[in-house]
Structures are given as C-alpha cells and as structure tokens.
Nanobody
Framework: QVQLMESGGGLVQPGGSLRLSCATS????????MRWYRQAPGRQRELVAG????????NYGDSVKGRFSISRDNAQNTVYLQMNSLKPEDTAVYYC??????????????WGRGTQVTVSS
C-alpha cells in the first residue's frame, strides 16, 4: 500500500523556520521524482519545490527561491522541505507528491494528505 505521510507543519511567526518531512512506503522511493506543493484557501495548488530521483537536480517556485530547500534521503524513503524566512503568504496546506513516468504504466502519481503551515504573529 502506497503511503506518503507529511509532518512538521504548525504555527510559526513571520521570519521563522519549519522543516517538513514526508515519510513514504509502498513504492520504490529512490526511482521517483519528489515534489512539494501547497494550496492556500481560495487558491490553486502550486508547486513549491521538486527534486529528481537521484537528488542531483532541484527546482523551486519563484516565490520560495532562496528561502526554501528540498532534500531527500533515499535510504530513509523520506523527502524534506526546509522553510526559512517564512512569510504570512506561505500559509497553506503543504502536500508531498511522488511522480514517475513509465513506458508500461504511464504516469505514476501519489499524494500525501497534507500538513498545515500557518505563518502569523
């Protein structure tokens, strides 16, 4: 059974930091690209950060560049999102996503249930 479990969300003051974790099981983690998305009330889900299966390549949404950092531990089947210099506009539910394109099965796409991040004084 595929599982993606986010943790580490919470309430933090502007300028603070949080580290999100996404523990996974049930699929070959090391062969999947991993991404963090977020969705604020009344807004579309947006890509926050992505990391390739090998961990060599990363990409970030424009609004978080220079403040957030994505990493992964393939031995622990876990992906992380370090969030620094948090702003109120970072408030959202953050989702972990695993994605892999295959010739036989097409797109394999798994999601966690999300963790709430609230940035407020």
């Amino acid at each position: 059974q595929v599982q993606l479990m986010e943790s580490g969300g919470g309430l933090v003051q502007p300028g603070g930091s949080l580290r999100l974790s996404c523990a996974t099981s049930g699929f070959p983690f090391s062969s999947y690209d991993m991404r963090w998305y977020r969705q604020a009330p009344g807004r579309q889900r947006e890509l926050v950060a992505g990391i390739a299966s090998t961990g060599v390549r990363t990409n970030y949404g424009d609004s978080v560049k220079g403040r957030f950092s994505i990493s992964r531990d393939n031995a622990q089947n876990t992906v992380y999102l370090q969030m620094n210099s948090l702003k109120p506009e970072d408030t959202a539910v953050y989702y972990c996503n695993a994605k892999k394109w295959t010739v036989v099965d097409g797109l394999l796409d798994y999601w966690g249930r999300g963790t709430q991040v609230t940035v407020s004084s």
